[in-house]
């Protein structure tokens, strides 16, 4: 594999500044809320999740969700949980958060089953939003940038479990969106 590094699309700073804006929309909405339960899907969402929540001045509880999809050729498959999360969902507002939205199949399942625990609100909060790659409607509620149908890397999103430590967003030539 090819170690070249990606090309820059997100530098840090920008993703830094829009993350601050983030939170500060979050904590308005938020405000005089017990507690939010944000929950991370595992593994590309980790930077963000740590960088946005250091900024979140609403009490938080954080825990994580793991997924696959198992596919037969290009067809998206059946969504499955790999770690599911370990605390109660009934009666708490949830806030999901995800490094990217594409097809949306995985959100639109995992957003549905959050809501079907009896969560009393789930909103979804993604650094990136693939709006043309979209198959499944999937409403993003905190969107930090809107991007083409690239391959993105870095800052938690991967390539064969490459590239996740870059501190900005690049796309990775050559490799379709």
């Known amino acids: 594999m090819d ?12 993703l830094q500044h829009r993350i601050a804006e983030l939170a500060a929309e979050i ?42 999809s198992y596919r037969s050729g290009t067809t998206p498959g059946e969504v499955r949980i790999r770690k599911d999360v370990d605390v109660a969902i ?12 594409d097809t949306g199949h ?27 790659a979209r198959e499944v409607p999937v409403s993003v509620d905190y969107s930090g940038f809107k991007i083409d149908n690239v391959f993105v890397v870095g800052y938690g999103l991967d390539l064969d479990e490459r590239y996740r430590e870059l501190p900005y967003i690049g796309v990775y030539d050559g490799h379709d969106g």
């Open 106 to 132: 995985t959100l639109s399942t995992v957003l549905g089953l959050f809501r079907f625990r009896g969560a009393k609100s789930v909103k979804l909060c993604a650094l990136l939003d693939k709006h043309e």
């Open 90 to 101: 009934r009666d708490r507002h949830v806030l999901v958060i995800e490094d990217i939205v």
């Open 3 to 14: 170690r070249a590094l990606p090309r820059p699309l997100i530098t840090e700073e920008d």
């Open 27 to 68: 904590d308005r909405d938020y405000e005089g809320e017990d507690s939010l339960l944000c929950i991370g899907v595992l593994k590309g969402s980790i930077f963000f999740m740590v960088d946005l929540l250091k900024k979140v001045n609403v009490p938080v509880t954080i825990d994580f969700l793991q997924t696959s």
